[in-house]
């Protein structure tokens, strides 16, 4: 709450504490999403990769993957995410007042 007041003022408290609450949510869905999509994606390839003779995976499912490749992408995307975050936060703190204390 804080840092929320601190950047955006008093004013419309309520309207941007309540979108700062609910963007993890959004988040989350967002990759959960992205991740599941992507892991079919992978394991949906994995077995068309697989030939009739070749059980060097074993039976795979239709929603099974094998590797680090079903997660590859996921995480990428999530660690570009972080890094942005990370990025933004950094452009902020010389708008807070710790920030023009220090003369940042």
Not at 32 to 51: C, K, P, R, T
């Amino acid at each position: 709450p804080t840092v929320t007041s601190e950047l955006f003022g008093t004013e419309s408290f309520g309207t941007n504490w309540g979108y700062l609450i609910l963007a993890p949510g959004f988040g989350g869905m967002f990759f959960n999403s992205l991740a599941g999509a992507v892991y079919d994606h992978v394991a949906a390839g994995q077995i068309g990769a697989l030939d009739a003779s070749d059980q060097a995976l074993g039976a795979l499912g239709e929603h099974e993957c094998v590797g680090q490749s079903c997660f590859r992408f996921t995480f990428l995307s999530l660690a570009a995410a972080a890094a942005v975050a990370v990025v933004i936060a950094i452009a902020l703190t010389p708008v807070t007042a710790v920030g023009r204390q220090a003369g940042r």
